[in-house]
């Protein structure tokens, strides 16, 4: 029986008039500490995960609305890993059963690829994939509370080899500890990605109410501690200050570079 609540369907047909992607969330919550983001404190530091079946049948709706693709906007896609793991499976399993749409994320966090996970990816279909580096230098990943090492992106960045998606990695410069040497470490690991990966590099840190970025830029005195930032506010590292435009000019040997302001904004 069709469904007779207006809102959903109108939802579904504009998306499906642009011919977009219907955004899924497998779950709710991080528990990732990164020092700008407002996620968690958005959806709060639990996670709350969907029952694999559940995303699944939003598949089959998108599809059904004759939407062309599907994107996992949660937090975190691939975390935890078990639970991201069990929804790849259930969705290879059912998919068949209508026609299929794309499947794409742009979430993927380094800490916790593996080849189970790259597996049941492949088995599901997707498309493609972002993955939030944010940086290749272990100073810079400890200084913005990423919970992830070197390492782990090295072994991202090998796991991710086998994953049969186009694969986009994300790195955003000048958060607070950058300096010349750490944005060289991140150009190195750029360098070091596979051919036909592509980078999209951002520099500058928006600030935001309430993270922790801001509440040390209080303390330092650089955000009046009435300011609730309702106007756009960036965050540039001053041991960098002389470099800020000039990084395009980095000679990183990749298939396409793209790199952009956070947005246009009131700078500090
Ligand atoms: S940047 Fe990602 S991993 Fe970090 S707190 Fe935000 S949502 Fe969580």
Redesign the pocket.
Known sequence: MADSRPGRWLKLGRYAANDAAMPVQTKRG?????I?????LLEGREWRLREPEWVAAQMREAALAGMRGVEFVD??FN?PADHTVECMEVIAKTQSRWSRPWLSTF?G?PVATSPELIDAMNAAKFSAVGV?A?SGSEAMLDAL???FTTDHLSRAREDLRRLRARKIWVFMLGGPGETEATIRETASFLKSLPRGDVAQVTYEVRVLPRTELRRRLVEEKEVAEGDELVDPTFYWSPRVMGLRGRCVAFPWDMSIISLSRASLGERL
């Open positions: 991080c528990s990732f500490g990164c700008y983001c407002c996620y968690p937090s975190v975390f979430e966090n939030t944010e509370g990423k919970g």
